[in-house]
Structures are given as C-alpha cells and as structure tokens.
C-alpha cells in the first residue's frame, strides 16, 4: 500500500496567517493527489484535486501544489472559517490512502 | 443533484458482522469509483476499499484484506460494505464516498460523501 505522511499534526495560526502543509508519499504518486477539509461531526469536503486543481466553489485563498511524491496545501490569509483538520488523499494504483490529517487551530 | 444516501446506525458484539449500504440518490455508480471510508472516534480518515462497478474489480487496503467484501448492484445504484469477524476498535463512523473514475490513475478519487454510518461494536 501507497503511504501518505503529513507534516505538521497540529498547526496552531492566527486569522490573516499564510499557512501550509506539507504531504509525502511513500512511492510517486504522479500529480493524483486531493486536499479535504473536515469539520467536527460532518463529512470531508473536497478542496483541491490533482495537486494543484481548485474545486469549484472553494475559495482561492486555497491553492495546491507538488507532484511525484511531495506536495503542499497552502492557505493564503487564513480565515475564521478555516479551523478544521485537513487531509492529503492519493488516488493512484488501484488505492486511496490518506494522510493522518494536520488540524488547524486559533493561536 | 446526487446524493449518496447511507444506512443508519448499528451496534454489534464482537466476533459478528456488519453490513452498511449506501444508496446513490438520483444518480449512479456507473461511471465512478465507489470508496468507503471509516473514521474512529477522535482519528483520522481511513481509506478501506472500493470497487469500479464498471468493471466490477474491488481493491482493499492490505489492513482489511480478508475481513472487508465490497458490493454494487448496478440496478439499484447500491454499494454495500461487509465487516466481519468484528472487534471493539471497528467502532467508527463509516463513509461511502464517489468520484470519476481516471483511467490514468486507476485509483480511488473522491468528491463526493455520503452522511456515515455509526457503528458502535461493544459486548
């Protein structure tokens, strides 16, 4: 099975704080990598696809990128709204393995 | 717009098995990868396995490999995930979830969730 590693677990940032996070996988992944926000008691909700590709909807305070095996998730001015745990998940090979998650908290 | 539209919640003892369906309301599997997901109490997502219905091919994470089996009847647009041989730290939320199915990848992508479904294992 494909690993996912993400780095920091916990984030603890400010309103206004430009924030990233960073995911490596155990073996190339090409660019099939997607970022999920997950709020307490409600299901993920998809952010970026394909590294680097904005769902529709999700602000572009949001942006992706990396291929191969590291990536970053970064948030440009992080917002009230965005103290959650985020997620890395690749989907190649026949697998869909996440990353154990890094939570974003109010310093 | 599709949803996809999950059992409710179970409560089982150890060594029994649990069977969770996820129907996917007005839309199909047809096209897409059909995962499911579980998440413990307090931890992180948990990939567990899928099927491509279009192909009818299942993968399954090495941890569950002889403990899972993953379903679809097309005609119903219902997956179905079976837990056996159950243990107390099953106890979790468990998601279907869908996303188009890249033959590039031939992997699991994800973009859309069910609401999950609680299964609490305790004797």
């Known amino acids: 099975d494909i690993q996912m590693t993400q780095s920091p677990s916990t984030l603890s940032a400010s309103v206004g704080d430009r924030v990233t996070i960073t995911c490596r996988a155990s073996q190339s992944i090409s660019s099939w990598l997607a970022w999920f926000q997950q709020r307490p008691g409600k299901a993920p909700k998809l952010l970026i696809y394909k590294a680097s590709a904005l769902e529709i909807g999700v602000p572009s305070r949001f942006s992706g990128s990396g291929s191969g095996t590291e990536f970053t998730l970064t948030i440009s001015s992080l917002q009230p709204d965005d103290f959650a745990t985020y997620y890395c998940q690749q989907y190649n090979d026949y697998s869909g393995t996440f990353g154990q998650g890094t939570k974003v908290e109010i310093k | 717009q599709v949803q996809l539209v999950q059992s409710g919640p179970e409560v089982k003892k150890p060594g029994s098995s649990v069977t969770v369906s996820c129907k996917a309301s007005?839309?199909?599997?047809?096209?897409?990868?059909v995962s499911w997901v579980r998440q413990a109490p307090g931890q992180g997502l948990e990939w567990m396995g899928g099927i491509i219905p279009l192909f009818g091919t299942t993968n399954y994470a090495q941890k569950f490999q002889g403990r899972v089996t993953i379903t679809a009847d097309e005609s119903t647009s219902t997956a179905y995930m079976e837990l056996s041989r159950l243990r107390s730290e099953d106890t979790a939320v468990y998601y279907c979830a869908r996303g188009a199915y890249y033959y590039d990848s031939r992997g699991y992508f994800i973009d859309l969730w069910g609401q999950g479904t609680l299964v609490t294992v305790s004797a």
């Open positions: 007005g839309g199909t599997f047809s096209s897409h990868a």
